[in-house]
Antibody, heavy 122, light 110 residues
Framework: EVQLVETGGGLIQPGGSLRLSCEAS????????MNWVRQAPGKGLEWVSV???????YYADSVKGRFTISRDNSKNTLYLQMNSLRVEDTAVYFC????????????????WGKGTTVTVSS | QSALTQPASVSGSPGQSITISCTGT?????????VSWYQHHPGKAPKLMIH???KRPSGVSNRFSGSKSGNTASLTISGLQAEDEADYYC??????????FGTGTKVTVL
């Protein structure tokens, strides 16, 4: 079964760091494009970052320079390292797989996890 | 990148059809046929309903359809059912390997 499970959320003080993990099953994270998307309390979905199969990474302006997306192919796991956290980073963080056929980029997300909650507060 | 504009809420009676609009700009919705739609029940994983403006993934009911005209994309749900009650989000490719989501629409089945 194709599945994504996020872990690593928690309560962290402003300025702190946290690393989220997203373990995949049923497919290999290294062979596809993977995203992080977040949802702040009472707000809509916000795209955060993408990691292409070739290794290129891109970020939303709101997290650029503070967040780093990466993967460990041996663990079939995607990560999001979050540094210099701000109160406004409080959200449920989802990882999601791009559903485009190999070699193509149609920019949609066909498999999502249930999310992990990050709360930034003093 | 500003969020795409969706109505905050749309409602309909069972069996009716409703349409959710998603308005962007010539830099996102208007420039790419790369609009997708997601259904989200709070506390659960979002579900892909439509990709590339009008393509429906296998397993998604044919009651869901998508279209686009200029800078506005639309999702239509026909034969509205109680299980369709959820939040719906559009998303567009915005160039330079970035995405932009819509503000979200709460669908209520009366």
């Amino acid at each position: 079964e194709v599945q994504l499970v996020e872990t690593g959320g928690g309560l962290i003080q402003p300025g702190g760091s946290l690393r989220l993990s997203c373990e995949a099953s049923g497919f290999t994270v290294g062979g596809t494009c993977m995203n992080w998307v977040r949802q702040a309390p009472g707000k809509g979905l916000e795209w955060v970052s993408v990691l292409y199969s070739g290794g290129s990474t891109y970020y939303a302006d709101s997290v650029k320079g503070r967040f780093t997306i990466s993967r460990d192919n041996s663990k079939n796991t995607l990560y999001l390292q979050m540094n210099s956290l701000r109160v406004e980073d409080t959200a449920v963080y989802f990882c999601a797989r791009d559903g485009s056929p190999r070699g193509y980029y149609y920019y949609y997300m066909d498999v999502w996890g249930k999310g992990t909650t990050v709360t930034v507060s003093s | 990148q500003s969020a795409l504009t969706q109505p905050a809420s749309v409602s309909g009676s069972p069996g009716q059809s409703i349409t959710i609009s998603c308005t962007g700009t010539s830099s996102d919705v208007g420039n790419y046929n790369l609009v997708s739609w997601y259904q989200h029940h709070p506390g659960k994983a979002p579900k892909l309903m439509i990709h590339e403006v009008s393509k429906r993934p296998s397993g998604v009911s044919n009651r869901f359809s998508g279209s686009k005209s200029g800078n506005t994309a639309s999702l239509t749900i026909s034969g509205l059912q109680a299980e369709d009650e959820a939040d719906y989000y559009c998303c567009s490719y915005a160039g330079s390997s970035t995405y932009v989501f819509g503000t979200g629409t709460k669908v209520t089945v009366l």
